[in-house]
């Protein structure tokens, strides 16, 4: 099977009769096909939009004024004994869990192109720094499917710890035997633009990126809703659900699993089903971890023509899924909850999208300004320790 598929032309007959199920789907659920993207493009207006544009603002700022360097100044003696990358590193870990998926992996990128960190550095980062932003977690997971603030906080709990451990564990990734990286390790440097060239170049790439994110939501939305009415995702729940039987998987557990797999939105809304407690918030945890084919995808269009590996993303992806879904199934036998009882939950689930639009941008808007706010305190503390240094030096 194996080399079959390695074969060019079996590659490409393949995935022409892909394209071609897909036209046919297309043309056979014409109105369920539109209906699916208009609800893809009222999840990015209410809630795509306004949580990432903001904080793509805001992360390449940090890059293009060169407060990622200062700031390295002053975390280098945390990130590299943790995670063996420099301290400029500390602003894409950051703006990984506050702005949520795509946000840290892009950061991570722009401070290799900016030479802020090595290749190996920012591979490093790509397998932990892309999360969930906790208001995702909180908000959609914990309070609108679970209606339970404390499981969202479990399973915030468990997403960064599983993130933070697979941090230290790729600080081994192409590290060489003495401590010494391959790659020499690059001083944070201040590569600063004037302000006004910065902020209109962020707005700008901050555009065009969350229209990538955008065109993704919508296509993989559409993607899920046709398989669901071709039955081939069905089918393959059966499929799967018979292989995990021995696991007590049912076919709708498989339905769900696959779902989470492909796009992470759908997949939470399918957890608000009937099921234990503790199986649909491991499952949940797995899903926030894995972070769905959808996100991948807008993360591999961010690492393009870069010459960054996505092996180390993908690998670091799988495990934070199998490591989240371990913690909170730890944590809820330390931390028993009882399955809450709501009337209103299935409103709430079907809500994420009709969020509205001023208020979530309102709140985005000010939590990326407080975040820039304090990189910006961090950086003129930073800069003000090496001006007294040096003037002790040449005193």
Known sequence: ??????????????????????TLA????????????????ALCYNVIIPSLFPFFVLSSLVVELGLAGYLGRMLEGIM??????????????ALGFIGGYPVG??????????????????ERLLAFCNNSGPAFIFGVV??????????????YLAHALASACIGMIFRFYKAVPGGRNAQPKPRPQFHAQRFSAAFTGSIKNSFLSTLNICAFVVFFTVVIKLLFLSGFLPG?????????????????WAERLLTGVIELSSGVWTLAGDGALAGRMSMAAFMLGWAGVSVHCQVLSFIGDSGLSAGTYLVGKILHGGLSALFVSGLTRLFP???PVSVYLADQVDGIAALDFHTALTISIVCAWVVFLLFLFLAAAALRKGVGKQRRTVV
Do not use: H, W
């Open 80 to 93: 590299r004994p943790l995670f063996n990358v420099g301290g400029a590193c500390a602003s894409a870990f």
């Open 26 to 41: 297309l043309i056979l659920y014409p109105g369920e096909s539109m209906q699916a993207a208009k609800d893809g493009l």
């Open 142 to 155: 914990g309070t609108g499917i679970f209606s339970s603030s404390r499981v969202g906080l479990l399973l």
């Open 105 to 122: 992996a892009r950061t991570a990128i722009d401070l290799y192109q900016k030479g802020m960190c090595t290749k190996t550095e920012a």
């Open 1 to 22: 099977m194996v080399r079959l598929l390695g074969k060019q032309r079996i590659r490409d007959l393949l995935l022409g009769m892909a394209l071609l199920c897909a």
């Open 337 to 339: 909850l009882e399955a």
């Open 236 to 252: 393959l729940a059966r499929l799967v659900g018979t292989l995990l039987a021995p696991l007590g998987f049912t076919q709708a």
